[in-house]
């Protein structure tokens, strides 16, 4: 009995090792299929992710209207304070998406579709102005035979049948979209209303798998990713609506076009650190030579150069704090390969991303840095 036990022991490793070597090479094999099969179930739980995500973000704001119920006189009301608190935050919520699209949404349709229409005017703009330049300048490199490429590969792939195929496709499926949002939204109040149950049954099963230390370990590693993904989407969020108000103001005052349309993208493009701005400020920067001409292009660019300095150093670092301390390097190399793989998403949730892993990894360091001592 000894000697069989012990020989499963020596060849049950080698099997599952095995085992597995052959999934895995039959998983390379069909990598389409597996792909397929993967998106297919993303796009069937995509409703649950994104109901889970609208729970993370108005956790806090329900419970701190339960208590406020909770604390009332009134008969009624206390015993039902979890109920009238994520209805009173839904309400809030509902009544900012009408205010949303029934202000904000018809200026944006009406810009988009008043920039399409002028498109040729301005592309004839630029040719014009690369005409006009002295033939010592930069005329050498044929900008006007390389713009007129790009023109027609442009135009060529906006009107190409396959381009137009996805776009009506793309237009058909908002139907489905806005039935998941809905649906989203139920789940995401069934969460908030049995969120006591839902967190004891985590807690049993966390108890079920893993050792007291390391669900201690494991708990702590959540609680600082939340920590961390919280303050920086939350703060990052407040700090974009100030950008969105503040450029759209600055684009106004100077009766700049689109000025609501490049504010709600200035918006926007603050949620990708450094870069976002950059590229914000360039494009805003292009359109109003576009529309308003050299002098309100300077003016433009002068006072959104002030307030992107003004927000960089005093406005996000007071709303932020000093909770994610992060260099610009790994900033930008995070965001740069976050975008890279995952798209806009992924250059949203790179920093955090990172962050969270520069912790566990410096933690990690210095725990093997404390045992190594200890050793010694």
């Given at each position: 009995?000894?000697?069989?036990?012990?020989?499963l022991?020596?060849?049950?490793?080698?099997?599952?090792?095995?085992?597995?070597?052959?999934?895995?090479?039959?998983l390379?094999?069909?990598?389409?299929?597996?792909?397929?099969?993967?998106?297919?179930?993303?796009?069937?739980?995509?409703p649950?992710?994104?109901?889970?995500l609208?729970?993370?973000?108005?956790?806090?704001?329900?419970?701190?209207?339960?208590?406020?119920?909770?604390?009332?006189?009134?008969r009624?009301?206390?015993?039902?304070?979890?109920?009238?608190?994520?209805?009173?935050?839904?309400?809030?919520?509902?009544?900012?998406?009408?205010?949303f699209?029934?202000?904000?949404?018809?200026?944006?349709?009406?810009?988009?579709?008043?920039?399409?229409?002028?498109i040729?005017?301005?592309?004839?703009?630029?040719?014009?102005?690369?005409?006009?330049?002295?033939?010592?300048?930069?005329t050498?490199?044929?900008?006007?035979?390389h713009?007129?490429?790009?023109?027609?590969?442009?135009?060529?792939?906006?009107?190409?049948?396959?381009?137009?195929?996805?776009?009506?496709?793309?237009?058909?499926?908002?139907?489905?979209?806005?039935?998941?949002?809905?649906?989203?939204?139920?789940?995401?109040?069934?969460?908030?209303?049995?969120?006591?149950?839902?967190?004891?049954?985590?807690?049993?099963?966390?108890?079920?798998?893993?050792?007291?230390?390391?669900?201690?370990?494991?708990?702590?590693?959540?609680?600082?990713?939340?920590?961390?993904?919280?303050?920086?989407?939350?703060?990052?969020?407040?700090?974009?609506?100030?950008?969105?108000?503040?450029?759209?103001?600055?684009l106004?005052?100077f009766?700049?076009?689109?000025?609501?349309?490049?504010?709600?993208?200035?918006?926007?493009?603050?949620?990708i650190?450094?870069l976002?701005?950059?590229?914000?400020?360039?494009?805003?920067?292009?359109?109003?030579?576009?529309?308003?001409?050299?002098?309100?292009?300077?003016?433009?660019?002068?006072?959104?150069?002030?307030?992107?300095?003004?927000?960089?150093?005093?406005?996000?670092?007071?709303?932020?704090?000093?909770?994610?301390?992060?260099?610009?390097?790994?900033?930008?190399?995070?965001?740069?390969?976050?975008?890279?793989?995952?798209?806009?998403?992924?250059?949203?949730?790179?920093?955090?991303?990172?962050?969270?892993?520069?912790?566990?990894?410096?933690?990690?360091?210095?725990?093997?840095?404390?045992?190594?001592?200890?050793?010694?």
């Amino acid at each position: 009995m000894q000697k069989d036990n012990a020989l499963l022991s020596k060849w049950l490793p080698i099997f599952v090792v095995a085992v597995l070597l052959i999934l895995v090479y039959k998983l390379l094999g069909s990598v389409d299929t597996v792909m397929s099969v993967l998106n297919r179930f993303l796009n069937i739980v995509s409703p649950f992710l994104f109901g889970v995500l609208i729970c993370y973000f108005l956790y806090i704001p329900c419970q701190k209207l339960e208590k406020v119920y909770k604390s009332l006189n009134i008969r009624f009301i206390p015993k039902r304070a979890r109920l009238f608190s994520v209805l009173s935050v839904y309400l809030c919520v509902t009544l900012l998406i009408i205010l949303f699209i029934v202000v904000i949404v018809p200026i944006l349709i009406a810009s988009l579709i008043d920039l399409a229409s002028n498109i040729p005017l301005y592309y004839s703009h630029i040719l014009n102005y690369i005409n006009n330049l002295p033939s010592t300048d930069i005329t050498d490199l044929d900008l006007k035979s390389h713009l007129n490429d790009f023109a027609i590969n442009t135009l060529s792939q906006l009107f190409d049948p396959v381009k137009v195929e996805q776009m009506a496709r793309s237009v058909f499926g908002l139907a489905g979209g806005v039935l998941r949002a809905l649906i989203s939204l139920i789940v995401s109040l069934y969460i908030l209303l049995d969120r006591d149950n839902i967190f004891t049954f985590f807690r049993k099963l966390s108890t079920a798998l893993f050792k007291s230390k390391t669900r201690v370990q494991i708990k702590k590693y959540l609680d600082q990713a939340n920590n961390v993904l919280f303050i920086f989407i939350a703060s990052k969020g407040l700090d974009s609506i100030i950008n969105w108000i503040a450029v759209t103001t600055i684009l106004l005052v100077f009766n700049v076009k689109y000025a609501v349309l490049l504010g709600i993208i200035a918006g926007f493009a603050n949620f990708i650190p450094y870069l976002g701005s950059l590229v914000a400020v360039i494009f805003i920067s292009f359109l109003t030579l576009l529309t308003g001409g050299m002098d309100v292009t300077i003016k433009t660019l002068i006072l959104l150069i002030i307030f992107q300095q003004l927000d960089a150093n005093f406005i996000e670092p007071k709303i932020m704090g000093r909770t994610l301390k992060i260099s610009p390097i790994l900033v930008i190399f995070s965001v740069i390969f976050g975008g890279a793989y995952f798209g806009v998403v992924g250059m949203f949730l790179a920093v955090p991303i990172a962050t969270i892993l520069k912790q566990m990894l410096i933690e990690y360091i210095d725990s093997k840095k404390q045992e190594s001592t200890q050793s010694v």
